[in-house]
């Protein structure tokens, strides 16, 4: 396994291309897959899609509480309400906004292996579910911000975020 490079806006044309489906479900794919889990949790982040190091597929990955998990060719299948986000961007080093979300997602997708799955989310993963596959669409999440954050102030707002979540789970 080995880290990848995470391209910054502005360093590789790959973040604004859409991306193509993934059509090869071999040894190739799974190294790539694991490739990038591997890149998310060193990077600390929530999701990784490929064009962030600079493979134009459809594929991204997620860290939910320590749970890796690879989507590839993911389609949205639905979504239910609206929630405020703070979001940044592992290609956006820095830069912060508030920038509004479906609630709630339901998508399906493949594994490694091509098998099909389905899964849905809330919160801060429903959050990643749209900010990851809009990557594979060729659009960064600065575009859709209306309000540009501080470090600070988007610090202070996701703890607030992450307490609140933590009392409605208990």
Same mark, same amino acid.
């Given at each position: 396994?080995?880290?990848?490079?995470?391209?910054?806006?502005?360093?590789?044309?790959?973040?604004?291309?859409?991306?193509?489906?993934?059509?090869?479900?071999?040894?190739?794919?799974?190294?790539?897959?694991?490739?990038?889990?591997?890149?998310?949790?060193?990077?600390?982040?929530?999701?990784?899609?490929?064009?962030?190091?600079?493979?134009?597929?459809?594929?991204?990955?997620?860290?939910?509480?320590?749970?890796?998990?690879?989507?590839?060719?993911?389609?949205?299948?639905?979504?239910?309400?609206?929630?405020?986000?703070?979001?940044?961007?592992?290609?956006?080093?820095?830069?912060?906004?508030?920038?509004?979300?479906?609630?709630?997602?339901? /998508?399906? !997708?493949?594994? *490694?292996?091509? =098998?099909?799955?389905e899964d849905s989310a809330d919160?801060?993963?429903? #959050? $990643?579910?749209m900010h990851e596959n809009d990557?594979?669409?060729?659009i960064l999440f600065d575009s859709?911000?209306?309000?540009? /954050?501080? !470090?600070?102030? *988007?610090?202070? =707002?996701?703890?607030?975020?992450?307490?609140?979540?933590?009392?409605? #789970? $208990?």
């Amino acid at each position: 396994m080995s880290l990848l490079h995470v391209y910054k806006k502005g360093e590789d044309e790959c973040l604004g291309l859409v991306c193509h489906p993934v059509t090869r479900f071999d040894r190739r794919l799974s190294r790539l897959v694991r490739d990038m889990k591997e890149t998310l949790l060193e990077e600390n982040g929530v999701g990784l899609a490929a064009p962030q190091v600079g493979v134009v597929r459809r594929l991204f990955v997620i860290n939910n509480n320590g749970v890796l998990r690879e989507y590839i060719n993911p389609e949205i299948l639905e979504t239910v309400g609206e929630q405020d986000c703070i979001e940044g961007c592992l290609s956006l080093p820095d830069v912060w906004g508030r920038i509004k979300r479906p609630a709630w997602v339901r /998508l399906r !997708a493949q594994n *490694a292996d091509g =098998e099909f799955f389905e899964d849905s989310a809330d919160g801060l993963i429903a #959050e $990643a579910f749209m900010h990851e596959n809009d990557h594979l669409n060729g659009i960064l999440f600065d575009s859709r911000v209306y309000e540009l /954050l501080d !470090a600070e102030t *988007a610090r202070r =707002e996701q703890e607030k975020r992450a307490r609140a979540a933590e009392k409605e #789970e $208990a």
